[in-house]
């Protein structure tokens, strides 16, 4: 089946630093991205949605200068999170899905846990 | 390791009818979700389900957990249309971070 990686599994950054994250889908090539972050105890909530070649469409509440994301390519998007807070640390998980035939099911990084000192 | 097997992968079913989807973990976890993902969207948070016991229901989807045996279900009745979709379990807990279940292709047809 289809595999999406992240990259770092786990950072820790001071405050103040940038940190990337790299989704990649490993055996298929992803026309869309989405980027999601998880607050304690709380459910997923969608960051952004990536299209390969085009600007992100982030959603509401969402910086777009401090979380930035480049879809470069058919098979990685990255998340780059600018001078990272404690307030960032959370859990940041991408899905990839690719243009339809049977890959129009989402498949999931195994996520990025940021931790902001 | 946190592990997620949600079953069956994909279910096909007539209008009207009822069918159960399955999410078993393999640890210990604090909350489990349902969602709901349409092709090429996002995922739309349907329950959130905390403690052993917990039944949620909206509309014609009912989740439950029973957290001793590690197993939630999203049961579905009087199936129509609109309910196809994709639909993932997802688990995590102050030990591990979200994992999700492969996701359940639900058609339903006329």
């Known amino acids: 089946g289809a595999v999406v990686s992240q990259h770092p599994s786990r950072v820790i950054c001071k405050s103040g630093t940038s940190v990337k994250i790299e989704c990649r889908s490993l055996?298929?090539?992803?026309?869309?991205m989405f980027w999601y972050r998880q607050f304690p105890k709380k459910s997923l909530m969608l960051m952004a949605t990536?299209?390969?070649?085009?600007?992100?469409?982030?959603e509401q509440g969402v910086e777009k200068d401090k979380f930035l994301i480049n879809h470069a390519s058919l098979t990685l998007s990255t998340l780059t999170v600018t001078s990272a807070h404690p307030e960032d640390s959370s859990f940041y998980i991408c899905?990839?899905?690719?243009?339809?035939?049977?890959?129009?099911?989402?498949?999931f990084g195994p996520g990025t846990r940021l931790t902001v000192l | 390791e946190l592990k997620v097997e949600q079953n069956p992968l994909f279910l096909s079913m007539q209008e009207g009818k009822n069918y159960t989807i399955y999410c078993n973990y393999s640890?210990?976890?604090?909350?489990l979700y349902w969602y709901r993902q349409d092709p090429g969207k996002s995922l739309e948070s349907l329950f959130v389900?905390?403690?052993?016991?917990a039944v949620k229901q909206e509309g014609r989807l009912m989740a439950s957990l029973d957290t001793k045996a590690r197993l939630s279900t999203l049961h579905i009745t009087a199936a129509v249309h609109d309910l196809s979709a994709t639909y993932f379990c997802?688990?995590?807990?102050?030990?591990?971070?979200?994992?999700f279940g492969a996701g359940t292709r639900l058609t339903v047809k006329p």
């Open positions: 640890t210990t976890s604090d909350r």
């Open positions: 055996d298929f090539q992803a026309t869309t």
């Open positions: 990536s299209n390969e070649g085009s600007k992100a469409t982030y």
């Open positions: 389900l905390l403690s052993n016991g």
């Open positions: 997802a688990v995590d807990s102050f030990f591990n971070d979200m994992r």
């Open positions: 899905s990839a899905t690719a243009d339809g035939g049977t890959f129009d099911t989402q498949y």
